[in-house]
């Protein structure tokens, strides 16, 4: 089992940045992939980033590439989600989701076997 914890959530004006983290304990993580996604009231969940934890590739959804950057510390094993300017259909809950092998497909959901509780990202003026 790999427990995922997130933090960094927030209220933010339009054109701010937030950085998310995730921490993961329980087990090791180097053959996994770590993503992250997002779900707004009404929509469906949305694939945002992931990074594949044996080489540090790196994912992104096509609605955040070039905003939001992905990065780790491997010592703490915690992946984060770095947001920039933030705008409001930015807003949504925030998960952390792990995957372990084979973990092929980065960008759908249903391929991750662990999930965080969410982070809640609020961006109002």
């Known amino acids: 089992q790999v427990q995922l914890v997130e933090s960094g959530g927030g209220l933010v004006q339009p054109g701010g940045s937030l950085r998310l983290s995730c921490a993961a304990s329980g087990r090791s993580i180097s053959s996994y992939v770590m993503g992250w996604f997002r779900q707004a009231p009404g929509k469906e969940r949305e694939f945002v980033a992931a990074m594949r934890w044996s080489d540090g590739s790196v994912y992104y959804g096509d609605s955040v590439k070039g905003l939001f950057t992905i990065s780790r510390d491997t010592a703490k094993n915690t992946v984060y989600l770095r947001l920039n300017n933030l705008r409001p259909e930015d807003a949504a809950v925030y998960y952390c989701?792990?995957?372990?092998?084979?973990?092929?497909?980065?960008?759908?959901?249903?391929?991750?076997?662990?999930w965080g509780q969410g982070t809640q990202v609020t961006v109002s003026s």
């Open positions: 989701a792990a995957a372990r092998p084979p973990n092929r497909v980065v960008r759908t959901a249903s391929n991750y076997d662990y």
